[in-house]
């Protein structure tokens, strides 16, 4: 099977005789998100060029965001003093975190 090394903002472009070709996407520079379209053209013996067939492929996130929570700057807190909770340490991989919900409970 051939490959193809996806790169940030390249195009996917390779000719062989593979019926197969996978796309090789690195995590950390991944495909964004939204409908990408690859299109194949196959080409016979004498040369002749078939009409172009077209996929569409829609990269989505299904990945749950990661929440961290921590006191700053300790978690002892001595008795009537205010403190900070935070969320710095929260990620998402696939997108960007839109809205934190605080609890308090108990």
């Known amino acids: 099977m051939a490959e ?27 495909i964004p998100l939204g409908e990408h379209k690859f299109v194949l053209v196959a080409v016979d013996d004498a ?8 996929v569409i492929v829609t990269v989505f996130d299904d990945k749950q965001p990661v929440a961290k929570l921590s006191v700053v700057p300790s978690s002892k807190v ?27 409970v108990s």
């Open 4 to 30: 193809f090394k996806y790169v940030v903002g390249g195009k996917f472009s390779t000719p062989g005789d593979d019926a197969k070709v996978r796309v090789v996407v690195d995590p950390l520079k991944p």
């Open 78 to 104: 001595s008795f009537g003093e205010s403190f900070v909770l935070s969320a710095e340490g929260s990620f998402d991989v696939g997108g960007v975190i839109k809205e934190y919900r605080w609890f308090m």
């Open 47 to 54: 040369g002749n060029e078939s009409l172009p067939s077209e």
